[in-house]
């Protein structure tokens, strides 16, 4: 069974920082693109970052040059830093891992960390 979970969240004041760490386990043959996605009360869920097995890396335009996604050497982690953060980045991010595992590629979803931006 591959599980992605994910860790970080909090509450933080305006212009603060936060570090989100999501970790994929099971039995994975290959990890391809990762990425962090939010959804706030009454929205959509939305793309935050994207960061493929190659390092390339996609950003909403409302997180540019605030937000940093990376992967760690074993490519089977990926972190979001978040800093200057806004009131309106409050939201429950999810990580998303596209898997290679026994039975096929598929994508999987972690299980939601809440970040709140409050003073």
């Known amino acids: 069974q591959v599980q992605l979970v994910a860790s970080g969240g909090g509450l933080v004041q305006p212009g603060g920082s936060l570090r989100l760490s999501c970790a994929a386990s099971?039995?994975?043959?290959?990890?391809?693109?990762m990425g962090w996605y939010r959804q706030a009360p009454g929205k959509q869920r939305e793309l935050v970052a994207t960061?493929?097995?190659?390092?390339?890396?996609n950003y909403a335009d409302s997180v540019k040059g605030r937000f940093t996604i990376s992967r760690g050497n074993a490519k089977n982690t990926v972190t979001l830093e978040m800093n200057n953060l806004k009131p309106e980045d409050t939201a429950v991010y999810y990580c998303?891992?596209?898997?290679?595992?026994?039975?096929?590629?598929?994508?999987?979803w972690g299980q939601g960390t809440q970040v709140t931006v409050s003073s």
């Open positions: 998303n891992a596209d898997i290679r595992r026994v039975d096929g590629r598929i994508e999987h």
């Open positions: 960061i493929t097995s190659g390092g390339s890396t």
């Open positions: 099971g039995i994975i043959f290959n990890i391809y693109g």
